[in-house]
């Protein structure tokens, strides 16, 4: 099946720093890519969809100037976390749509920040 | 709006039990439906999937059918084993112009010896 391939998959940094979370798919373009947020013991909640060439759509409360989205390749989105905080500490996982308009998403392995 | 409900957990069964996750949506339209699992410290794994109503999908010995009456896609399987043990999230494919998955809020499947 495809592959989609997050990196990195765990990230520890200080407080006030951004970090960048890369999201690949490998074997397969991928025009629209998924950003998801996942809290303890919750489910994933949709951050934003990241359109090849063009502005991420965010989801309403997610703040973009934070959450910077860049899909600048139809195998590469990247999600930069600007400043951040303890509260920004999450599991973030992206999923990619085959450009052939399969239903199906293919996920990455999630990427576990930890801000300090 | 568009919504998957699941049963809270954690489910906690022994080896070799027979396995119910209830799942029920609200969609406008006719939506796709899907089983994702997520095994600890991985990302999400698509387990099964249906398209249209009265669709059954399987993988690994579990199944689930798509029911337009009752709204519902519960995941089932005749016989656990520990190896199962994983957080399980039923999701739905709204078209808004691109293909965004709904998820419930998932339900922890505990599988002892």
């Known amino acids: 099946g495809a592959v989609v391939s997050q990196h990195p998959s765990w990230v520890i940094c200080k407080s006030g720093t951004s970090v960048k979370i890369e999201c690949r798919s490998l074997?397969?373009?991928?025009?629209?890519m998924f950003w998801y947020r996942q809290f303890p013991k919750q489910s994933l909640m949709l951050m934003a969809t990241?359109?090849?060439?063009?502005?991420?759509?965010?989801e309403q409360g997610v703040e973009k100037d934070k959450f910077l989205i860049n899909h600048a390749s139809l195998t590469l989105s990247t999600l930069t976390v600007t400043s951040a905080h303890p509260e920004d500490s999450s599991f973030y996982i992206c999923?990619?749509?085959?450009?052939?308009?399969?239903?199906?998403?293919?996920f990455g392995q999630g990427t576990r920040l930890t801000v300090v | 709006g568009d919504s998957v409900t699941q049963m809270e957990g954690p489910v906690t069964l022994s080896e070799e039990a027979f396995l119910t996750i209830n799942c029920t949506y609200t969609?406008?339209?006719?939506?796709?439906l899907f089983w994702y699992v997520q095994y600890p410290g991985e990302g999400l794994q698509l387990l099964l999937k249906?398209?249209?109503?009265?669709d059954k999908g399987s993988n690994k010995g579990f199944e689930a059918t798509y029911r337009k009456e009752t709204t519902s896609f519960h995941l089932e399987k005749g016989s656990v084993q520990v190896s199962d043990s994983a957080v399980y999230f039923c999701?739905?494919?709204?078209?808004?112009?691109?293909?965004?998955?709904?998820f419930g809020t998932g339900t922890r499947l505990l599988v002892s010896p």
């Open positions: 074997d397969f373009q991928a025009t629209t």
């Open positions: 999923s990619a749509e085959p450009m052939k308009g399969d239903t199906e998403a293919f």
């Open positions: 249906a398209t249209k109503a009265d």
């Open positions: 969609a406008t339209g006719y939506p796709s």
């Open positions: 990241s359109n090849e060439g063009s502005k991420a759509t965010y």
């Open positions: 999701a739905l494919i709204v078209n808004t112009g691109f293909q965004k998955l709904v």
